[in-house]
């Protein structure tokens, strides 16, 4: 069974892209809104 | 519900920065990205080029399909071929009949004539698609 652990979500724009840059990763965005 | 499967987890924060916007507390932000539904979900590169998208839910198996296509889609665009080529053949290898799946084989396609610039390597690819999912619209886009 795989196990994976809870995303952990940034919330901004500009570091998520530090960290993709950093990381040399994409990123996943999930627009969504408040209930 | 998608985000508590393991595999899809797994596949997030191995692969994936995850960035959470809010459709009108982030409006700045988003509203050059052309959201008119929630969730929607895009995956961007590093200078925050969306290269593919996706709305509302999907089940966790073709959520990881997704995944692997979107990321295949943005690393076709950065050149990163062999990259894209194996997330897209990881697609029906995981899943085989899979809704996804045509989508990914097609793709695969392109990304083989864009590293060989080879008209056969692409149709062969393709062939696949004639043969096994004839009635899909991948099919129905091989000229």
Known sequence: MITGSPITWLTDWDAALAEARRLRRVVLI???KDP | MTYPDA????????RFVPLRLDLFRDSAVVRPL?????????????????????????PPADFLDMLDIGEAQTRLKWAEYDRASDLL????????????????????????????????????IWREIQERYPDSIWARRIP
């Open chain 1, 30 to 32: 999930d627009v969504w």
């Open chain 2, 7 to 14: 595999a899809v987890r797994a596949a997030v924060n191995a």
């Open chain 2, 34 to 58: 052309n959201v008119v539904w929630t969730p929607t979900l895009l995956i961007a590169d590093r200078r925050g080029v969306v290269h593919y998208r996706s709305v509302n839910f999907l």
């Open chain 2, 89 to 124: 053949a990881s697609v029906p290898a995981r899943h085989p009949g899979g809704p996804l799946v045509p989508e990914a084989i097609y793709w695969r396609g392109i990304v083989a004539y864009l590293k060989t610039h080879a008209n056969d390597a692409m149709y062969a």
